[in-house]
């Protein structure tokens, strides 16, 4: 039996990264759409709990988490890695027999076909992964600050050196098509993810691709645009189950 209410938008953070950037994401969707921030273990409330850094133990983690609220329709958004991790829990989902997203939103994210700039065959080491991410945007500028004994050395390092051993090894998995539609955001500004590579994610998709720009830089995330875009994603998900719904 489907639960009743409006479909769920599953969402993936940043590597690094918690659910703050989509705190106000539900004030924009408003009705369209229940926000459901995914938050992996190792950071905010689950700081304590070990980091996940194999994709067995991250899928596993997210069925048992989001398996039953997959009684009514749902699509998924991930932000750079959030954006691996959803295009490969629609993947599971799919092989596992699982209800299947309406659609699946990836931003920000190249991709696994194609060489990331975060994602090398090694990282520098500690003392240089900090200056390196500054550089790429990855990481503001004022992550340098306080040097070997600062908070982003001690508390944000470790999370963002796991999350980025995380998406190595999801890009190593098998790369099949998705059986549901695909949109790809982009940023304008964004020199990790360009518009060009983001665009190939038109071949992950064998029900429909769509590229969209917003304004901003890797992490337009944390702007309204990207809510907005959504909000039309998510008000066509729910036009397609009151389609289906009228004519049972």
Avoid: N
């Amino acid at each position: 039996m489907s639960g009743t209410g409006p479909p769920r938008l599953f969402c993936f953070h940043h590597a690094g990264a918690g659910t703050s950037g989509f705190a106000r994401w539900q004030r924009v969707l408003g009705g369209s759409a229940e926000v459901v921030p995914v938050l992996l273990p190792g950071r905010d409330a689950r700081f304590h709990e070990p980091r996940i850094t194999a994709p067995e133990r991250l899928f596993a983690e997210l069925f048992d988490r989001l398996g039953p609220l997959l009684d009514r329709p749902y699509a998924l958004y991930g932000h750079s890695l959030g954006g691996l991790i959803g295009y490969h829990f629609a993947r599971v989902v799919e092989t596992a027999g699982l209800r299947e997203p309406s659609r699946v939103v990836v931003g920000a994210v190249l991709p696994p076909h194609l060489p990331s700039p975060l994602l090398p065959a090694a990282f520098p080491p500690d003392g240089q992964l900090l200056p390196w991410l500054v550089s790429y945007g990855a990481l503001p500028a004022e992550a340098l600050e306080g040097g070997p004994g600062g908070i982003w050395q001690r508390r944000v390092l470790p999370t963002v050196r796991d999350d980025l051993l995380l998406g190595q090894a999801l890009r190593a998995l098998e790369r099949t098509p998705l059986r549901v539609p695909l949109v790809a955001v982009a940023g304008l500004d964004d020199a990790i993810a360009p518009t060009g590579p983001v665009g190939q994610w038109r071949h992950y998709s064998t029900a429909g691709f769509r590229l969209e720009t917003v304004q901003g830089g890797h992490f337009f995330v944390r702007e309204r645009e990207v809510a907005q875009l959504l909000t039309g994603v998510m008000d066509g998900v729910g036009a397609e189950v009151r389609s289906k719904s009228s004519s049972v």
